[in-house]
């Protein structure tokens, strides 16, 4: 387990070391402002590539070549981001590590929920997640002092020792159930090609058209037509899952069955709303009160460390009482009263005690919503669809995430140039910030009435952020409310990775529905893709 947790972490330590090292980076290389944009946005669509059919594929051929492919892909361009000498060999870099990220993420949950019972995979998962909120903290203090003292090549090499000590130890550690072969036949015969192309091109042109419209503006053709072409295409895919007679990516009853479906779409509100908090309020520290990257940082640590302590704790409540949705309310109520307590109190001058005060308080809301989610969507459907309905979670956390980059960075690029045109002497030309200089040269104005209108509209753009944060994670509230209770007592799948088995056990609705009923129901679901798969293999005979 603690090598699982390392590869998480070396993945979600990825994201937040390079952000900061980033603007060094632009400047070493000469990067263009497109270019600056591709150096996240490739990663992402790597990422999107790999997500939607870790789960099924890895039904098929084991979770250890997936999860030992993802590991040694993520290690090799690592290495070759920080050897890189240009922008273009970056950019492909980091696209191919994404694919390697991407399926860290996944397969780690998904191998987590294999080893661990449903009702103890809240505190493991917790746990895990734990591990992601102190590379969140690590991530732009490492990013600082390898800028600043050594080199920002550092920020992809310290990957590497790590990736190839969770790989050894992985290797004689891991012990899953081996998994019936699948020839290339059958597997030809039974995949889901179409609903994968689907789901790539959809999570492709949806992440092109916001880093587009983050560039330019949305009323631009490359951003509103390839964001409406991923959208159709995104629509092709699920309707494709109903009607397909192959093993679908997705399970259709993660879109029929109302609570996983509202606590999907839940998920990927509230990525919208967590990944870009967690890139603007170092901007807040930087832009308002004038501190470093690497102060920016130290200033991130209340926030990291309660998020992680809170979803360890959301994890041990449903481990040891059961309590799932009452927890995930909580979080969405507590976060939505946080981000409106920013958008009061968050101004110029911004006092530090008010600061941490509401930073626990974000940390305790935003770290109980983040897995809890997951367990729900895991406990609601058939132990087979285990697998494929972790992938979704995370491809449409990972979606929501670089949506909400876009427009959060859109939101405030916008509200910074109106409100610095109506500063006299200063100019409409200021943006964003993208290095320290440019914060600073905030705080090398002049002291007087223009400093302080400069430094005061920078913090109220930032508010009409947390506003709109704040209304997302009301609406997830809202909309998780009319949901049912699912009992996580069942156990996970005793043949685990073999998808012609059907003798998991179910999850029971605590309703007051017939079990009987209900089991018999599942027990027909359970028992199709077997068919699936053993039709094709009596064809192939």
Same mark, same amino acid.
């Given at each position: 387990?603690?090598?699982?947790?390392?590869?998480?972490?070396?993945?979600?330590?990825?994201?937040?070391?390079?952000?900061?090292?980033?603007?060094?980076?632009?400047?070493?290389?000469?990067?263009?402002?497109?270019?600056?944009?591709?150096?996240?946005?490739?990663?992402?669509?790597?990422?999107?590539?790999?997500?939607?059919?870790?789960?099924?594929?890895?039904?098929?051929?084991?979770?250890?070549?997936?999860?030992?492919?993802?590991?040694?892909?993520?290690?090799?361009?690592?290495?070759?981001?920080?050897?890189?000498?240009?922008?273009?060999?970056?950019?492909?870099?980091?696209?191919?590590?994404?694919?390697?990220?991407?399926?860290?993420?996944?397969?780690?949950?998904?191998?987590?929920?294999?080893?661990?019972?449903?009702?103890?995979?809240?505190?493991?998962?917790?746990?895990?997640?734990?591990?992601?909120?102190?590379?969140?903290?690590?991530?732009?203090?490492?990013?600082?002092?390898?800028?600043?003292?050594?080199?920002?090549?550092?920020?992809?090499?310290?990957?590497?020792?790590?990736?190839? $000590? #969770?790989?050894? !130890?992985?290797? +004689?550690?891991?012990?899953?159930? &081996? @998994?019936?072969?699948?020839?290339? %036949?059958?597997?030809?015969?039974?995949?889901?090609?179409?609903?994968?192309?689907?789901?790539?091109?959809?999570?492709?042109?949806?992440?092109?058209?916001?880093?587009?419209?983050?560039?330019?503006?949305?009323?631009?053709?490359?951003?509103?037509?390839?964001?409406?072409?991923?959208?159709?295409?995104?629509?092709?895919?699920?309707?494709?899952?109903?009607?397909?007679?192959?093993?679908?990516?997705?399970?259709?009853?993660?879109?029929?069955?109302?609570?996983?479906?509202?606590?999907?779409?839940?998920?990927?509100?509230?990525?919208?709303?967590?990944?870009?908090?967690?890139?603007?309020?170092?901007?807040?520290?930087?832009?308002?009160?004038?501190?470093?990257?690497?102060?920016?940082?130290?200033?991130?640590?209340?926030?990291?460390?309660?998020?992680?302590?809170?979803?360890? $704790? #959301?994890?041990? !409540?449903?481990? +040891?009482?059961?309590?799932?949705? &009452? @927890?995930?309310?909580?979080?969405? %109520?507590?976060?939505?009263?946080?981000?409106?307590?920013?958008?009061?109190?968050?101004?110029?001058?911004?006092?530090?005690?008010?600061?941490?005060?509401?930073?626990?308080?974000?940390?305790?809301?935003?770290?109980?919503?983040?897995?809890?989610?997951?367990?729900?969507?895991?406990?609601?459907?058939?132990?087979?669809?285990?697998?494929?309905?972790?992938?979704?979670?995370?491809?449409?956390?990972?979606?929501?995430?670089?949506?909400?980059?876009?427009?959060?960075?859109?939101?405030?690029?916008?509200?910074?140039?109106?409100?610095?045109?109506?500063?006299?002497?200063?100019?409409?030309?200021?943006?964003?910030?993208?290095?320290?200089?440019?914060?600073?040269?905030?705080?090398?104005?002049?002291?007087?009435?223009?400093?302080?209108?400069?430094?005061?509209?920078?913090?109220?753009?930032?508010?009409?952020?947390?506003?709109?944060?704040?209304?997302?994670?009301?609406?997830?509230?809202?909309?998780?409310?009319?949901?049912?209770?699912?009992?996580?007592?069942?156990?996970?799948?005793?043949?685990?990775?073999?998808?012609?088995?059907?003798?998991?056990?179910?999850?029971?609705?605590?309703?007051?529905?017939?079990?009987?009923?209900?089991?018999?129901?599942?027990?027909?679901?359970?028992?199709?893709?077997?068919?699936?798969?053993?039709?094709?293999?009596?064809?192939?005979?």
């Amino acid at each position: 387990m603690p090598a699982i947790g390392l590869v998480l972490f070396l993945s979600a330590l990825d994201g937040t070391i390079v952000s900061t090292a980033l603007p060094t980076i632009s400047e070493r290389l000469n990067l263009t402002p497109a270019e600056y944009s591709w150096v996240g946005s490739s990663y992402m669509i790597g990422m999107s590539v790999t997500t939607p059919f870790n789960g099924r594929l890895s039904d098929i051929v084991g979770r250890k070549p997936m999860l030992y492919s993802a590991i040694i892909t993520f290690t090799i361009f690592s290495a070759i981001c920080g050897a890189s000498v240009n922008a273009t060999m970056l950019i492909v870099a980091r696209a191919f590590q994404g694919l390697g990220g991407g399926s860290l993420v996944a397969l780690t949950l998904i191998v987590v929920s294999d080893i661990v019972p449903v009702h103890q995979r809240g505190y493991y998962q917790g746990a895990i997640g734990g591990a992601w909120g102190v590379a969140s903290v690590a991530g732009p203090i490492l990013g600082g002092v390898f800028t600043e003292k050594a080199s920002w090549r550092w920020c992809f090499y310290v990957n590497l020792p790590f990736c190839v $000590a #969770a790989l050894v !130890i992985l290797f +004689y550690t891991l012990n899953l159930n &081996p @998994v019936k072969k699948t020839s290339l %036949a059958v597997l030809y015969r039974t995949f889901d090609f179409l609903g994968l192309f689907l789901l790539i091109a959809g999570s492709i042109l949806i992440i092109i058209g916001f880093s587009n419209a983050a560039d330019h503006t949305f009323s631009q053709p490359s951003a509103y037509g390839t964001i409406i072409g991923g959208v159709i295409a995104m629509a092709g895919a699920i309707i494709n899952f109903f009607y397909t007679e192959r093993v679908p990516l997705c399970p259709p009853d993660l879109f029929r069955r109302r609570t996983p479906l509202l606590f999907l779409l839940s998920s990927f509100v509230q990525a919208i709303a967590f990944l870009p908090s967690s890139y603007l309020l170092p901007q807040l520290f930087q832009g308002v009160r004038g501190v470093s990257a690497l102060g920016a940082g130290v200033d991130m640590v209340p926030f990291a460390v309660i998020c992680s302590v809170s979803m360890m $704790a #959301a994890g041990l !409540i449903n481990s +040891y009482f059961r309590i799932v949705r &009452p @927890v995930a309310w909580f979080g969405y %109520a507590l976060s939505a009263l946080t981000f409106g307590l920013m958008y009061r109190f968050f101004t110029y001058p911004l006092d530090r005690g008010i600061q941490v005060g509401l930073l626990i308080l974000a940390g305790i809301g935003t770290g109980v919503v983040i897995q809890v989610p997951m367990l729900i969507l895991q406990a609601a459907l058939p132990l087979k669809d285990m697998a494929a309905v972790t992938s979704a979670w995370t491809l449409t956390r990972s979606l929501g995430g670089s949506i909400g980059l876009t427009i959060f960075t859109a939101v405030l690029n916008t509200q910074l140039r109106a409100k610095f045109s109506r500063i006299q002497g200063y100019g409409t030309a200021f943006t964003v910030p993208r290095d320290t200089n440019g914060y600073a040269r905030l705080h090398r104005l002049p002291d007087g009435p223009m400093k302080d209108q400069v430094l005061n509209a920078f913090a109220s753009s930032l508010g009409l952020c947390w506003i709109i944060m704040a209304a997302m994670y009301a609406l997830c509230l809202v909309g998780t409310l009319p949901t049912k209770s699912y009992s996580t007592s069942h156990k996970p799948a005793v043949h685990q990775n073999d998808v012609t088995e059907s003798e998991d056990k179910k999850p029971g609705e605590i309703d007051g529905r017939n079990q009987a009923e209900l089991t018999r129901l599942e027990d027909e679901k359970t028992d199709m893709p077997s068919r699936q798969i053993e039709k094709a293999v009596i064809s192939e005979v």
